[in-house]
């Protein structure tokens, strides 16, 4: 089965940037400290990464994030969602407006300008067309930024929250969650490494 899954990193203090992010300062100042697990050599911080990349049928994100990964010091062969762990999903990006060039032309795109729901329906697709050639269960992904995970969490849109808890206090920058309606999570695992706590949680739809 298919689960819409949203997958960030984020600080002890609830920012998913640092402050001042941008094209040209994706992550904000400082906030290259939030993914340090990513490139890290621990054992269970490779497996995390590993196997949320194996899992990825589709992957969801918002136009900010697509301009910094498409942008001149964006993603390439050894930096990206999955490089050298796995082939490359299919990514939707949520826009008000499509781009009239892309630099990473060689990765699947499709840019959804009816919003975030019509966004995650497209994953699902992407994800259920990808389980079936593949021979195996594929989930769609929202690997953010912010905004897009708390406007697919707050319209009741995702099935798991993955959160990756980062050792670091940014003081400012994108928040995950502002405000929205209270909901309690359950809690299905939690794995302490020396960069980041891992946290999974299930949302009751």
């Known amino acids: 089965m298919t689960r819409i899954i949203a997958d960030i990193s984020v600080s002890l203090d609830g920012f998913v940037t640092g402050p001042d992010p941008g094209p040209d300062n994706g992550l904000g100042t400082g906030g290259e400290a939030l993914h340090t697990w990513a490139f890290s050599d621990d054992p269970d911080d490779r497996r995390v990464l590993r196997e949320g990349t194996v899992r990825s049928g589709a992957v969801v994100l918002g136009r900010r994030l697509f301009d910094v990964v498409d942008g001149p010091g964006g993603w390439d062969d050894t930096v990206g969602y999955g490089a050298g762990e796995v082939g ?113 949680y299930d949302i009751a739809r």
């Open 88 to 200: 490359k999903p299919s990514f939707v990006v949520v826009t008000s407006s499509p781009p009239q060039t892309v630099r990473t032309a060689d990765l699947d795109w499709t840019f959804v300008t009816t919003g975030i729901a019509d966004a995650v329906t497209t994953a699902r697709e992407l994800a259920e067309a990808a389980s079936k050639a593949r021979g195996d269960d594929l989930d769609a992904v929202l690997m953010g930024g912010g905004a897009v995970i708390r406007s697919a969490v707050e319209a009741g849109l995702v099935d798991v929250l993955s959160v990756h808890l980062a050792p670091v206090v940014l003081g400012a920058g994108t928040p995950l969650f502002t405000g929205g309606t209270p909901r309690t999570l359950v809690q299905r695992s939690v794995l302490a490494t020396s960069t980041a706590t891992h946290l999974v």
